[in-house]
């Protein structure tokens, strides 16, 4: 059953943690990516990865880290450097030619208390 | 001025009503043109894919691209109450950077018995 997998489903965290989303795919997908969603904001792009070992900051990066040490995985680090952190993220993946389409998971909802 | 325009609604409509949801742009080197449908607490799941301009019919779904004006259309025919969730569009240009999907906040729709 391929797919992409988010956990957890909901985080709480208290104000000054780092927090790390999981992100897993077994689609055999080069290209990852994170999204952050706030209502009446749509979605913004955080970080990319186009391959393993390499990453680029997307429009909203600050706050923000990852790796992609394996195909599969692509782990985001909420910091406590992130001011606004609470909100809805989005894992999608594409096989990475041109024009290619991103497929999603389901989201995890990140709540800082 | 954002990239990417689209209204947020909510729009209701009574079950089968044909439904039109748009989005206008600005950047004219977006050449791939998608939507996407959200449930609530849910990743997008990707509806339509359109390269360039022209249109695309799957079942009750029909996209269209008009490059001239900067406007895509979703229509959804004889809609049903399973059709209520938020529609997003999204647009993207080829560049050295990867493929950059960029988004519009979404249009909620509810159509109702």
């Known amino acids: 059953d391929g797919g992409i997998t988010q956990s957890p489903k909901y985080l709480f965290r208290k104000e000054g943690q780092n927090v790390t989303l999981s992100c897993e795919q077994n689609?055999?997908?080069?290209?990852m990516y994170w999204y952050r969603q706030d209502p009446g904001q749509g979605l913004r792009l955080i970080y990319y990865?186009?391959?393993?070992?390499?990453?680029q900051k997307g429009d909203i990066a600050e706050g923000y880290s990852v790796s992609r040490e394996k195909k599969e995985s692509f782990p985001l680090t909420v910091t406590s450097a992130q001011k606004n952190p609470t909100a809805f993220y989005l894992c999608?993946?594409?096989?990475?030619?041109?024009?290619?389409?991103?497929?999603f998971g389901p989201g995890t909802r990140l709540t800082v208390l | 001025q954002k990239e990417v325009e689209q209204d947020p609604g909510p729009l209701s409509v009574p079950e089968g009503a044909i439904v039109s949801l748009n989005c206008t742009y600005s950047n004219s080197a977006f050449q791939y043109f998608m939507w996407y449908r959200q449930y609530s607490r849910k990743g997008p799941e990707l509806l339509m894919y359109?390269?360039?301009?022209g249109n695309k019919e799957d079942g009750r779904f029909t996209a269209q691209v008009d490059k001239s004006s900067k406007y895509i259309s979703l229509f959804i025919r004889d809609s049903q109450p399973s059709d209520s969730a938020t529609y997003l569009c999204?647009?993207?240009?080829?560049?050295?950077?990867?493929?950059?999907?960029?988004f519009g906040t979404g249009t909620q729709l509810k159509v109702e018995l």
């Open positions: 689609l055999n997908h080069d290209a």
């Open positions: 999204a647009m993207m240009a080829l560049t050295g950077g990867g493929n950059k999907l960029t």
């Open positions: 359109t390269y360039s301009s």
């Open positions: 999608a993946s594409s096989i990475g030619g041109a024009g290619d389409t991103q497929y």
């Open positions: 990865s186009q391959i393993v070992n390499d990453f």
